[in-house]
């Protein structure tokens, strides 16, 4: 059994022991008081910002209605600056003066007629009658457009690419250097149409009407041109060329693509392709038009 000098020792260590927790105890609260307080002052600011309250004449009350038209001030403060760059914007001189000298020069990009049809719906529509013969460049990237009149048509270097032309007419019409590559192409009517260079690749032409087209260079599927060769004929009125002699009939597979569009480049005895265009047209720094 402890003596009494060991029992008042266990006693003065837990007085100690006591103390020291409620010491520890007043400390944390001290140090978590200002964090509370904050965070208490931030819900009711929150709270004012979104939460009409009445007003009061308490501190609280008057701290609440601080924080909400700080917020609405802030709010309103964003909603006039983005009003007023709108309003610069619309009212820019220079974006209306831009759009104007590019419909005064042929288009956007100043690229001649170049006109946008992409994806449209052109079934059974005369383009000519429409938009007239000059469709240099023009878009017609995924366009419906069955049975759609181009005849006589300038599409030098226009997109095509996943058009669908179902026994669209294209007799007599320039469709060189246009891209018609992935597009739907049966019974379309290319009478007498110029294709030089023209890109076909995973096309189908099946039962197209080719008599006097001239596809000299063109990009073709070996299929698909065996499968012209089978009932091709006729000579191109503009260029003279046969069609058997433009799409190789009669010659051997690897003789397909004998030569290139950029061919000229590398044989001095090709001759070089007409430009369609004004190399001014082309320029970032171009004065043509002004």
């Known amino acids: ?57 308490s501190p609280d009350a008057s701290d609440e209605a601080t924080g909400a038209d700080k917020v609405v001030a802030a709010a309103k403060g964003f909603t006039l600056a983005a009003a007023a760059a709108v309003a610069l914007l619309a009212a820019d001189p220079a974006c209306a003066e831009l759009n104007a000298r590019e419909a005064a020069r042929g288009g956007e990009f100043n690229r001649g007629s170049a006109q946008q049809f992409g994806g449209y719906d052109l079934t059974g529509e005369d383009v000519v009658a429409k938009y007239g013969e000059d469709l240099r460049l023009s878009n017609f990237t995924g366009a419906e457009m069955r049975k759609a009149k181009l005849r006589g048509a300038n599409l030098t270097g226009a997109y095509l690419m996943k058009a669908v032309a179902f026994a669209a007419d294209f007799e007599g019409a320039n469709l060189s250097d246009a891209l018609m590559d992935r597009a739907v192409l049966n019974n379309a009517n290319f009478k007498d149409a110029v294709m030089t260079r023209v890109v076909l690749t995973s096309s189908d032409l099946g039962d197209a009407v080719i008599e006097g087209a001239d596809f000299s260079d063109a990009l073709i599927d070996v299929k698909q041109q065996q499968a012209l060769c089978k009932y091709a004929n006729g000579v191109n009125s503009v260029t003279g060329v046969s069609t058997r002699k433009s799409l190789n009939c009669g010659g051997s597979a690897s003789m397909l693509r004998n030569s290139t569009p950029s061919g000229y480049m590398t044989d001095d005895t090709k001759a070089k392709p007409e430009a369609a265009f004004e190399a001014s047209r082309f320029s970032a720094y171009s004065t043509y038009g002004r």
């Open 1 to 57: 059994r402890p003596d009494s000098a060991t029992r008042s020792s266990r006693r003065a260590t837990t007085q100690r022991d006591m103390a020291s927790n409620a010491v520890a105890s007043r400390l944390s609260l001290t140090l978590r008081a200002p964090r509370e307080r904050r965070a208490r002052e931030g819900r009711r600011v929150r709270r004012a910002a979104f939460v009409p309250r009445a007003s009061s004449a």
